[in-house]
């Protein structure tokens, strides 16, 4: 199971991955046996994704000349440069901060049996503690099992406070969570151990879209016949996404943010089994002490080609036509990432009869 840190996943041998925003991430591969024995190894890469600069017009630039006339831009990336009219400034990123324990546990079937992860905290502030609820993005557990009503997951702090995300309830029904190895709504499979697919679910203070969990937040689902279910079959099942806590996130304000913290699965119903594949808390970043950054460096930049051009200069760009139109002039930087980006000027480009270009002094004499 590829994690990608971004809050994708993938279960393929080999594959690719494309990050839509720049930031740090930590990829993590978990490899899995027959019977769901899982690596004793961590394997993990640390991906820095560069952020693209900022280009900042310094000087007011005419945007419109007469034809025959020269443009003259003046461009740099040296921010103490006092003659630019554009500047590109190399952009900063950091890891994400988010403290997530991707600690596959399998959860079997065993009337009052708990089992739970922890997490050591020890990056905040000392003596820090959750002032607000608002201060606690999220509580993100990642998980599968084949019947939600079999348990409850609570969360305890360091301070033994502890609150409840999930009960078993009878308003839960059959759901599953994720998608778990099963074969019906009841899963008569309970001793095979092999994982399923797990859904990831955060709960947060306010979830307007669906408050607390129950059954009717799940969907139906029909699964097509396989060698381990021949006959395929249908139940509910919970999507992802954010959902409230039974208990308010409230009742955690006070606690200790270092120190160990606990999510806690007890099993309380007979048959059924899942895994937990990962747990963890998001925070405002204003909570930490520091978090690792990255500037990826310009290394290279210039102009495009343009028919208008009559300078090849990276730090001056010189232009002129005798055509009246609207032109354009395409200014780009690459980073030692090889990351290539740029930024677009529009001029327009007034014909010699247009009266802004007209130098005549009319004497009417007296």
Same mark, same amino acid.
């Given at each position: 199971?590829?994690?990608?840190?971004?809050?994708?996943?993938?279960?393929?041998?080999?594959?690719?991955?494309?990050?839509?925003?720049?930031?740090?991430?930590?990829?993590?591969?978990?490899?899995?046996?027959?019977?769901?024995?899982?690596?004793?190894?961590? /394997?993990?890469?640390?991906?820095?994704?560069?952020?693209?600069?900022?280009?900042?017009?310094?000087?007011?630039?005419?945007?419109?000349?007469? +034809?025959?006339?020269?443009?003259?831009?003046?461009?740099? %990336?040296?921010?103490?440069?006092?003659?630019?009219?554009?500047?590109?400034?190399?952009?900063?990123?950091?890891?994400?901060?988010?403290?997530?324990?991707?600690?596959?546990?399998?959860? &079997?079937?065993?009337?009052?049996? +708990?089992?739970?992860?922890?997490?050591?905290?020890?990056?905040?502030?000392?003596?820090? /503690?959750?002032?607000?609820?608002?201060?606690?993005?999220?509580?993100?557990?990642? #998980?599968?099992?084949?019947?939600?009503?079999? /348990?409850? /997951?609570? %969360?305890?702090?360091?301070?033994?406070?502890? #609150?409840?995300?999930?009960?078993?309830?009878?308003?839960?029904?059959?759901?599953?969570?994720?998608?778990?190895?099963?074969?019906?709504?009841?899963?008569?499979?309970?001793?095979?151990?092999?994982?399923? %697919?797990?859904?990831?679910?955060?709960?947060?203070?306010?979830?307007?879209?669906?408050?607390?969990?129950?059954?009717?937040?799940?969907?139906?689902?029909?699964?097509?016949?396989?060698?381990?279910?021949?006959?395929?079959?249908?139940?509910?099942?919970?999507?992802?996404?954010?959902?409230?806590?039974?208990?308010?996130?409230?009742?955690?304000?006070?606690?200790?943010?270092?120190?160990?913290?606990?999510?806690?699965?007890?099993?309380?119903?007979?048959?059924?089994?899942?895994?937990?594949?990962?747990?963890?808390?998001?925070?405002?970043?204003?909570?930490?002490?520091?978090?690792?950054?990255?500037? &990826?460096?310009?290394?290279?930049?210039?102009?495009?080609?343009?028919?208008?051009?009559?300078?090849?200069?990276?730090?001056?760009?010189?232009?002129?036509?005798?055509?009246?139109?609207?032109?354009?002039?395409?200014?780009?930087?690459?980073?030692?990432?090889?990351?290539?980006?740029?930024?677009?000027?529009?001029?327009?480009?007034?014909?010699?009869?247009?009266?802004?270009?007209?130098?005549?002094?009319?004497?009417?004499?007296?």
């Amino acid at each position: 199971l590829w994690d990608f840190g971004d809050g994708t996943q993938d279960t393929a041998r080999n594959t690719t991955h494309t990050y839509t925003s720049s930031g740090g991430y930590v990829v993590e591969l978990n490899l899995f046996d027959s019977l769901g024995c899982r690596n004793s190894s961590f /394997i993990s890469q640390r991906v820095r994704v560069s952020p693209p600069p900022s280009f900042e017009l310094l000087n007011a630039l005419d945007s419109t000349f007469c +034809a025959g006339d020269t443009l003259v831009i003046r461009s740099s %990336i040296d921010p103490n440069d006092p003659n630019t009219d554009l500047l590109a400034r190399a952009a900063t990123a950091r890891f994400l901060p988010v403290p997530f324990r991707r600690d596959t546990i399998f959860l &079997p079937d065993g009337v009052g049996v +708990a089992y739970t992860s922890s997490l050591t905290f020890n990056q905040f502030r000392p003596g820090a /503690i959750l002032e607000s609820a608002d201060q606690l993005l999220g509580i993100l557990v990642s #998980i599968e099992h084949s019947y939600a009503r079999d /348990i409850s /997951i609570d %969360i305890r702090c360091p301070d033994g406070t502890q #609150i409840n995300l999930l009960n078993a309830s009878a308003n839960l029904a059959s759901t599953n969570l994720g998608q778990p190895f099963a074969c019906g709504p009841i899963d008569d499979n309970t001793a095979n151990p092999t994982p399923g %697919i797990p859904f990831d679910y955060t709960f947060v203070n306010d979830s307007p879209a669906n408050g607390t969990i129950d059954a009717n937040d799940a969907v139906f689902v029909t699964y097509p016949p396989s060698s381990d279910c021949p006959m395929g079959y249908s139940d509910r099942v919970l999507p992802a996404g954010e959902y409230e806590p039974l208990t308010p996130l409230s009742a955690l304000e006070g606690c200790p943010l270092n120190g160990e913290w606990t999510i806690r699965i007890q099993d309380n119903l007979p048959a059924d089994n899942g895994w937990l594949f990962g747990w963890g808390l998001t925070v405002v970043d204003s909570l930490y002490r520091t978090l690792e950054s990255f500037t &990826p460096p310009i290394v290279d930049y210039g102009w495009r080609e343009h028919p208008t051009s009559i300078s090849p200069n990276p730090n001056q760009f010189t232009a002129t036509s005798s055509f009246a139109g609207d032109v354009s002039y395409t200014f780009w930087v690459e980073d030692d990432f090889g990351c290539v980006n740029d930024t677009t000027l529009n001029f327009a480009i007034l014909p010699p009869t247009d009266p802004a270009c007209s130098n005549c002094e009319l004497d009417f004499g007296d």
